[in-house]
Nanobody, 131 residues
Framework: VQLAESGGGLVQPGGSLRLSCQAS????????FGWFRQAPGKEREGVSC????????YTADSVKGRFIISRDNAKNTVYLQMNSLKPEDTAVYYC?????????????????????????WGQGTQVTVSS
């Protein structure tokens, strides 16, 4: 499975961006998707995740109310709509996916996604929020 991200760029504070992550092959090969970000000098953060099979999602407190994760199964694509962007959202954003055989994994609102459980990763896309 290969993941291709798009949609990053430079935006002013308060602006919006929509990141896309398209998976090669079928969503049936996957169990969940996640978005992670890493800013210079900081640890990677699990921003959001979504299950393929149902509507369960997780969104980090740092972006709750501003970022929305969604998926389009017909297009094998997951989105991260980012609104009211702040300078502290500046980071490289990565899309990742959990293999369908990892039956123990479940994305829920109670715990952030852990990168170690995601088998497939995109190349990352830079998001810069600056005036």
């Amino acid at each position: 499975v290969q993941l291709a991200e798009s949609g990053g760029g430079l935006v002013q504070p308060g602006g919006s961006l929509r990141l896309s992550c398209q998976a090669s092959g079928s969503f049936l090969d996957l169990r969940a998707f996640g978005w992670f970000r890493q800013a210079p000098g900081k640890e990677r953060e699990g921003v959001s995740c979504i299950m393929i099979s149902d509507s369960s999602t997780y969104t980090a407190d740092s972006v709750k109310g501003r970022f929305i994760i969604s998926r389009d199964n017909a297009k094998n694509t997951v989105y991260l709509q980012m609104n009211s962007l702040k300078p502290e959202d500046t980071a490289v954003y990565y899309c990742a996916a959990v293999d369908r055989f990892k039956m123990s994994y479940y994305c829920s609102g109670s715990s952030p996604p852990r990168g170690s459980e995601y088998a497939y990763w995109g190349q990352g896309t830079q998001v810069t929020v600056s005036s």
